[in-house]
């Protein structure tokens, strides 16, 4: 302890993880009619499991008929109340507020997220019982209202998982495992809701492109709890609808487990599954990886890149060198020059566009073979009319759009080399500027530009393909993850459910941050600022450094680390895909 010198003031620095709880509070007795409805308001941001409390605050009838998972309402700060000037008296028997706020976002039943906007404004209804004397809310707003910081302190994003409905064939033995992203209570027994959201079946969303392989009405046994036991193994109990299943299909259903509770504990690296007394099957970490084809399990060999002279070289991935080498093929050679490529996720083909933005090139990665023709040419007048950067999807098929404004078009290749396809984006409003498909090869983000700015927007791919017939590609229900931007320059996917974007609000500087699919902000912390960004790419495994073309050059950014300087004349970094 210091004996002498003087006093001054510090900062207080918060936690950054308080864990503070919150619990519910009954109403008193007599409680006033603004107490009551404060009262409810406060309560629903406990966590009280089934909020039983909030229910206090309720009329009997209206506690029955209220069903707080149907929806969450986001508002920027908490709901305001506002007494309605005929709403009554507190000498008579009735009362009425009007709850108001700025609308952030909603989830749903499904507990899945999606942006919102617009003033929120509901009414609160009070009766007084004849009986008791006491108020009680008889018309109580639907779901749950909360602000945003409340929201973020009692709900965590969590993916579960489920599988691509046509890439087991692609992939050979493996089907690709797909994130479904959905929003839990923090607090509130965040494993079983877990399950049970699993169980219950993928989002609307998402449940058009993708299977699970749990039998149709599966559900956890009753009265089950679920607790890691001191191996790091979880035994979860199934109903009937479980105890026939083939061990295949169960060593699905326990990946399908494995790889949902591991993104909310890491600690669990087994499950085993149970159906009444008998055993069903038992799966570890690395078992799971041999079920199903995960982004964020796989590592890139290489780190690409295009060198001064627009050639295409590479850098092992896990490796702090910065001596690249030229990548095997005609377009790390003696090709064209170019101003974008994409490597394919086995890395034995790359896709170029050349400098002009013109033509797109593709070359084989094991040999050296003679230049080939474009797979692609765009007849668009200057190179920003010309051809995106393009990218692979999982089944090898290579993705590309035209933004000729004469004949703007999204195309796919299919296996990099049959004749293009034209793939149709109903509801598309405005020209794709960029386009990413993620590593499950059933999701695709477009940044898309149009009068009011661009957009990050994700969609779902649909394909239909009949024998003889030329393969059917749809890409629907687009829908924006980056509501507060508008500018993108470059993006990229960094997670199973995450994306790291490089843009700009209205009138704001450039910034670096990560997004969730669904729109949400991640709690992961956004990357250190960077100066002149033009290019980024990232991998679904986050152990793999950040890459990032800047004014600098090129530079890496590895996780809790500060940029490097890669190389000072270099363009275009990426990973495979």
């Known amino acids: 302890m210091p004996d002498h010198g003087d006093l001054r003031g510090v900062e207080n620095t918060p936690r ?25 308001l406060e309560a629903l941001t406990s966590d009280d499991p089934h909020y039983e409390t909030a229910k206090l605050y309720l009329t009997p009838d209206a506690a029955r008929e209220w069903r707080p998972e149907a929806s969450t309402t986001v508002l920027a700060d908490g709901p305001a109340t506002t007494a309605d000037p005929a709403g009554g008296r507190e000498d008579g028997t009735e009362y009425s507020f009007t709850l108001t706020g700025e609308r952030v976002a909603r989830v749903d039943d499904q507990q899945s997220y999606a942006p919102a906007d617009g003033e929120y404004s509901r009414q609160v209804h009070l009766t007084k019982d004849s009986e008791t004397g006491q108020w009680r809310i008889d018309g109580p707003p639907p779901g749950v209202v909360m602000g945003q910081s409340d929201f973020q302190r009692n709900y965590t994003s969590v993916d579960k998982y489920y599988f691509a409905s046509d890439t087991a064939a692609a992939t050979g033995v493996q089907p690709a495992a797909v994130a479904d992203p959905v929003y839990i209570r923090r607090r509130v027994d965040p494993m079983t809701q877990m399950v049970n959201s699993l169980l219950a079946g993928p989002t609307t969303w998402l449940d058009q492109v993708v299977r699970s392989s749990f039998p149709s009405g599966t559900a956890l046994a009753k009265d089950a709890t679920l607790a890691p036991d001191d191996q790091n193994k979880l035994t979860i109990p199934l109903n009937d609808r479980a105890a026939d299943v083939s061990i295949t299909k169960c060593h699905e259903m326990a990946a399908q487990l494995l790889f949902t509770l591991r993104t909310l504990s890491p600690a669990v690296d087994q499950i085993e599954l149970r159906s009444g007394t008998s055993q069903l099957c038992s799966l570890s970490e690395e078992g799971a990886d041999e079920v199903a084809a995960r982004g964020s399990a796989e590592q890139p060999g290489y780190l690409y890149f ?243 073309y800047s004014e600098d050059g090129i530079v890496r950014m590895a996780s809790g680390a500060q940029w490097q300087k890669v190389v000072t004349e270099g363009s275009s970094p990426v990973y495979p895909g």
Do not use: C
């Not at 503070?20 to 007795?29: G, Y």
């Not at 090898?396 to 195309?411: F, T, V, Y």
């Not at 969730?516 to 960004?533: I, K, M, N, R, Y």
């Open 306 to 548: 295009l060198n001064g002279e627009h050639r295409l070289v590479r850098l092992p991935s896990s490796s702090k060198t910065t001596t690249a080498e030229a990548v095997p093929g005609t377009l790390g050679e003696a090709g064209p020059e170019l101003r974008s490529v994409a490597v394919s996720r086995d890395e034995n083909q790359a896709a170029g566009v050349g400098i002009d933005g013109k033509s797109l090139y593709l070359s084989s990665l094991d040999a050296q073979e003679p230049p080939t023709e474009p797979l692609v040419v765009s007849q668009g007048k200057t190179e920003t009319d010309r051809l995106t950067a393009p990218s692979w999807d999982i089944h090898g098929d290579l993705w590309i759009a035209d933004r000729d404004p004469k004949n703007e078009r999204l195309l796919l290749i299919p296996d990099g080399e049959g004749e293009p396809v034209q793939v149709a984006t109903p509801g598309l409003d405005g020209r794709i500027e960029s386009v990413r498909v993620a590593a499950d090869g059933v999701r695709i983000a477009l940044v898309v530009g149009n009068d009011e700015g661009q957009s990050l927007l994700i969609g779902r791919i649909e394909r239909e393909s009949k024998p003889g017939e030329t393969p059917s590609v749809t890409v629907r229900e687009l829908r924006s993850a980056t509501p507060q931007l508008s500018e993108i320059t470059t993006m990229s996917w960094a997670g199973d459910s995450r994306l790291v974007v490089v843009g700009r609000a209205e009138e704001g500087v450039q910034q670096i941050s990560y997004v969730q699919v669904d729109g949400s902000t991640p709690e992961t912390a956004a990357p250190d600022a960077l100066t002149g960004v033009q290019n980024i790419a990232a991998t679904e495994d986050d152990h793999l450094p950040l890459v990032a």
């Open 16 to 40: 950054q993880d308080t864990q503070v709880r919150v619990f519910a509070v009954p109403p008193r007795e007599d409680a006033a009619p603004p107490d009551i409805v404060q009262g409810f």
